[in-house]
């Protein structure tokens, strides 16, 4: 579980972060602004001490000064202040007209030296905090009087000052020190403000609309709104953005993208109030046809074209709705007669029949329509739906719901699952999954319990509970039965893992299905591995037949489990007789036993009996920790479902 904090704890932390960042980009900063200070003024400084030397050299120079006069007039000048040191240096150039001095040699070769004899201005600060400046003297066109071998431009010396920083450095230190203590000051002192200001006007608020925005959220309501008080203008934009933004949500969730009508979902939320009404079906006749010849964005017109026909038809009062495709329904909430009725259904199929819907500039299309109508407080769509389906194969242009067409529609769905029944009999298409059932103390897994899928033309699995009791009428489910059975001794004949089987009492009186149990018992030598789940909520009246097929697959090392135990008569008595050896508690018990006591009571008195009984209890359907973790608590030794795994096609 991750560590959870509070806001003055962020706000704590994001204030000591920042002053922390702020105090070491103030150091940095103030170390760089010093040298950088100490550059500009050294550099301006000694510059102009550099010209005033050469000044005074040049004006002695001109007035026909010596070798040993300018040296003379430098040591002098070197007298004034001991922490200062100038130097001059001559180019060659220079020296072939007015010779060498020996102690310039021992300097020539330094970099910054050659660098100030080409012509820069060279400032450097050592590491004994001495600064050193090199100026470069140009010839200009007055000196080629005496330099004769010079060029403008060319560098006939160079100046040397050295001196130390001592007085610019403590100035420079102080003026620094007090900016990084004023720096310190203001930044807590703004801080501290911002903190007091942030939870007053920021963090509170927010915090406000965060848990509106969750209450609406959690109540999955998108046509509440925000409505906070407050004086914020940041928030209040918010607040109407986070609204603007749920109306728009809204007006896609509850609306046709194409036609603008309220949809189907709109449509539930008003039958949900079980008014007394009229439910009306609108379906266009061969609508895919429309869109096959002339393209969906044709059919997409006659749709809207169609919607604005049928409005001008109805009253004001009556609700419109655009379901999928090509239906629309009229919804009124009014006491109609049958004749009334018959009446308005007549009028909006011919009406439409009638009308010319252009789609293009000389082009258009003549559309019919079918009506299925349902009139009551109940089931509207689904009874509408199956009066629409009957019109259609009777060819009728509209139908009221009759009760006798529900049955009907029962009829062909079994012909239908029928059908696919047999061909999945026939085509190999009834497929066994895997689900895991593990050890409620370890969480390992125990053994796998073969269930039952087919698999259907989009190749999807679909579950018994859809066939199986239809299965039973058409005389399939013996069948079915049985090639589950080959299939899983298949999949667990050459695996070390137990598995189970689901089989009922009418598989136990069935002789084919038991001769080929008994047949794969002694083909595979795998008996001790399987176990038979026998439905208990079917009822187990015949003792006799059961009972000799529970010790006929017990001489082969199997074991027995009752089923859905819970959910058919229960008898604690008749698990002795059948000598069981797992009692597989029933789901609708399970799947609410870490919130409901009476479950709690029920699935702990079976698990005290099993105990004393020496029988083993599984608990099926735990979906949920909670769940998982009640059944820990309650003693029960297995455990089943989604939670720990679902049914799968291949071992995991």
């Not at 007053?200 to 509440?224: A, E, G, R």
């Not at 258009?364 to 407080?377: A, E, L």
């Not at 797992?582 to 609708?588: A, F, H």
């Amino acid at each position: 579980m991750k560590k959870r904090t509070s806001y003055t704890k962020v706000i704590g932390s994001v204030i000591l972060a920042s002053l922390t960042i702020t105090l070491i980009s103030v150091f940095f900063y103030s170390t760089y602004m010093k040298k950088q200070a100490i550059l500009s003024l050294s550099k301006d400084d000694a510059k102009k001490t550099s010209m005033l030397i050469f000044e005074s050299l040049y004006s002695g120079m001109a007035k026909g000064w010596t070798k040993e006069d300018i040296d003379n007039t430098i040591s002098r000048l070197n007298e004034i202040d001991k922490n200062m040191n100038i130097n001059v240096f001559r180019s060659k150039k220079v020296a072939e007209i007015f010779g060498k001095n020996e102690n310039e040699k021992e300097n020539t070769n330094l970099n910054s030296l050659a660098k100030a004899f080409k012509g820069e201005e060279i400032l450097e600060i050592t590491k004994d905090d001495i600064i050193q400046f090199h100026y470069p003297v140009i010839a200009t066109q007055e000196c080629l009087k005496c330099h004769t071998n010079a060029q403008k431009q060319d560098v006939l010396g160079v100046i040397e000052i050295s001196y130390p920083i001592v007085d610019v450095k403590v100035s420079l230190a102080k003026m620094t020190n007090f900016f990084v203590l004023f720096i310190v000051f203001f930044t807590f002192f703004i801080f501290i403000l911002l903190f007091f200001k942030f939870n007053q006007y920021l963090i509170k608020p927010i915090k406000n609309f965060i848990l509106t925005v969750d209450s609406i959220s959690n109540d999955s309501d998108i046509s509440k709104r925000l409505t906070l008080e407050n004086n914020i203008t940041e928030i209040n934009s918010m607040q109407n953005v986070f609204n603007n933004m749920l109306d728009s949500l809204e007006n896609q969730f509850y609306n046709d993208a194409l036609t603008g009508l309220p949809n189907r979902r709109r449509l539930l939320d008003v039958l949900e109030r079980k008014e007394e009404a009229l439910l009306m079906i609108v379906n266009i006749d061969g609508f895919q046809e429309i869109n096959n010849l002339y393209g969906h964005d044709i059919g997409d017109t006659v749709l809207k074209k169609l919607a604005t026909s049928i409005k001008s038809m109805i009253d004001v009062e009556n609700q419109f709705y655009k379901l999928h495709a090509d239906e629309y329904v009229l919804y009124c909430v009014k006491k109609f007669d049958l004749e009334e009725l018959e009446g308005i259904a007549l009028h909006i199929v011919d009406s439409i029949t009638k009308e010319y819907f252009s789609i293009e500039k000389d082009n258009g299309v003549y559309i019919n329509v079918t009506i299925g109508m349902s009139y009551g407080d109940s089931y509207l769509l689904t009874q509408a739906d199956m009066a629409l389906r009957v019109a259609k194969k009777e060819k009728k242009k509209y139908l009221m719901y009759e009760s006798n067409m529900k049955k009907t529609q029962e009829y062909e769905n079994n012909l239908k699952w029928t059908k696919k029944l047999k061909f999945a009999v026939e085509n190999d298409m009834v497929v066994p999954f895997y689900q895991q059932i593990v050890d409620c103390k370890t969480q390992e897994i125990v053994k796998y319990e073969s269930l039952m899928r087919i698999e259907d033309e989009n190749g999807d699995y679909i579950p018994p509970i859809y066939f199986l009791a239809l299965s039973k009428k058409n005389r399939i489910y013996h069948e079915l039965t049985k090639i589950m059975i080959r299939k899983t001794f298949a999949k667990f004949e050459k695996k070390p893992y137990h598995f189970s089987i689901n089989i009922s009492v009418e598989d136990i009186s069935h002789v084919e299905v038991v001769e080929l149990i008994i047949e794969k018992l002694e083909s595979t030598g795998i008996g001790k591995y399987v176990s038979f789940e026998i439905l208990e909520s079917e009822g187990i009246e015949n003792f006799e037949a059961v009972i000799e097929f529970i010790e006929q697959v017990k001489h082969y090392g199997c074991s027995i489990s009752i089923d859905d135990f819970g959910t058919g008569y229960s008898n604690f008595e008749y698990l002795m007789k059948l000598k069981v050896d797992y009692i597989k508690i029933d789901g609708s018990m399970i799947k609410t036993i870490d919130r409901d006591v009476n479950s709690q009571m029920v699935v702990e008195t079976i698990a005290e009996f099993a105990k004393k009984m020496g029988i083993k209890t599984i608990a099926e359907f735990v979906h949920s920790k909670s769940v998982y973790d009640k059944l820990v608590e309650l003693n029960i030794d297995y455990a089943q479902g989604y939670y720990l795994g679902a049914p799968t096609k291949e071992i995991i």
